[in-house]
């Protein structure tokens, strides 16, 4: 895995893995191969990589979401994807001039690629460090609002959601997001 390799490199044997949207499958992947790494797991704007919390609707439309966009012009389908993860003009911004960079048939790929190999490859996910999920309070992106509910219920790890924030709560609200995650750090890392 490769962020095993850029921590290896790095000299840094634990860590508190933060993983936002499908950087959250990413990290708890790498926490069921290396749990002994893992301080702590930070889950933003993320859903669990347990496929039990998903209907066969839910997997068929992950593995699918993207090719009715192909239909519609390139601006209007950059202009769609940014205002469907965001709530702020700052947000939004940052969106579009990421997106602008980028080939939209790329991002096409990329999520493709990574939403078949979470339909695949999802399995639970049963954390012994200690777990914070964070969700902005307007994330209308596909159903992680929900999605945390039932994995803060089902495991009891706290879910807090952030005021004003969409999909990219850590850019909508980010001072609220860092004063969460370094209050959770204080309180059950250090």
């Not at 609002?145 to 609200?173: Q, T, V």
Request: aromatic share 12%.
């Amino acid at each position: 895995m490769d962020l095993k390799g850029i921590l290896d490199k790095e000299g840094i044997k634990r860590a508190i893995l933060v993983g936002m949207s499908m950087g959250g499958f990413i990290s708890q992947e790498f926490y069921t191969l290396y749990p002994e790494m893992v301080l702590g797991f930070i889950g933003i704007d993320t859903a669990p990589l347990d496929r039990k919390y998903y209907s066969i609707i839910d997997l068929n439309f992950i593995g699918n979401n993207h090719l009715h966009n192909r239909l519609l012009p390139e601006p209007i389908r950059k202009s769609m994807m940014a205002k469907a993860v965001t709530n702020s003009e700052e947000a939004y911004d940052y969106m579009i001039d990421m997106l602008d960079n980028l080939e939209m048939e790329e991002v096409y790929m990329q999520g493709e690629m990574a939403n078949k190999s979470f339909i695949e490859g999802g399995k639970e996910v049963e954390f012994t460090c200690p777990v914070l999920l964070i969700v902005g309070e307007k994330d209308y992106f596909g159903k992680i609002k929900s999605y945390n509910k039932r994995w803060s219920e089902d495991k009891g790890y706290p879910l807090i959601f952030i005021k004003d924030a969409g999909h990219l709560s850590n850019i909508d609200n980010y001072k609220e997001v860092n004063n969460v995650i370094s209050d959770f750090i204080k309180d059950k890392i250090q």
